[in-house]
């Protein structure tokens, strides 16, 4: 069985400040890791995904995300908030049955 | 390319009442996902198309819940008859065929059910 436990449901950031979304997961096999972003009105979107490659994983928006297996996490980073990465983020965890999702932290950035 | 499309948007209906969502994957995805987010909580996996088949269909709720994907392209999911607790927004999601569980899955920007 695997779990996704998000830390924080809100994060409240300044516009250039970094950003720190925290996940932990729990798997009982070599997980695969994504987070996801959604927007308002809009599709859930692939921001990264890890896959048993680098443990340090770059996304786009200048996202990255680093796969601690020890510590079993995957905190997704951004050395420098903007306005327009204001939205909900999802840390999902690869499972047997499709996709099994984190609770969702929702992002604001404040001018 | 278009994305995965979701219809209605919005929908507001009795207890009681039968609703039908729809989902249109992108063009050529053989895989097709149902998820679910009640009320501010996980989004929860609902179930798996492969074409036209189901391929996994354990996280259904219940017996209220149908989904169908005749042709293998466009797929339902219908409620009826509905409750309150069905009160959530239900996502789809496509992808194509791989042997790879863990490629990226599409989503739509899901439709928001409301049960009064």
């Known amino acids: 069985a695997q779990s996704v436990t998000q830390l924080d449901s809100h994060v409240s950031v300044s516009e250039g400040t970094p950003v720190l979304l925290r996940c932990n997961y729990s798997s009982s096999y070599s997980p695969s890791l994504f987070w996801y972003v959604q927007h308002p009105n809009k599709g859930l979107q692939l921001l990264l995904k890890y896959t048993s490659a680098a443990t340090l994983v770059k996304g786009i928006n200048g996202f990255e995300a680093e796969f601690k297996k020890s510590e079993t996490s995957f905190h997704l980073t951004k050395p420098s908030a903007h306005m327009s990465d204001a939205a909900e983020y999802f840390c999902?965890?690869?499972?047997?049955?499709?996709?099994?999702f984190g609770s969702g932290t929702r992002l604001q950035v404040q001018p | 390319e278009a994305g995965v499309t979701q219809f209605p948007s919005h929908s507001v209906i009795e207890k009681g009442q039968t609703v039908t969502l729809r989902c249109d994957p992108i063009s050529g995805h053989d895989n097709l996902y149902w998820y679910r987010r009640v009320m501010g909580k996980e989004i929860k996996f609902l179930l798996h198309?492969?074409?036209?088949?189901?391929?996994?269909e354990s996280g259904m709720p219940n017996n209220r819940f149908l989904a169908e994907r005749t042709g293998g392209t466009y797929s339902t999911l219908k409620v009826q008859p509905a409750e309150l607790e069905d009160s959530g927004v239900y996502f789809c999601?496509?992808?194509?065929?791989?042997?790879?569980?863990?490629?990226?899955?599409?989503f739509g920007p899901g439709t928001r059910l409301t049960v009064l």
């Open positions: 999902v965890v690869t499972g047997r049955r499709a996709l099994t």
């Open positions: 198309f492969v074409k036209e088949s189901k391929q996994d």
């Open positions: 999601a496509s992808s194509p065929w791989t042997s790879n569980l863990y490629n990226e899955q599409f």
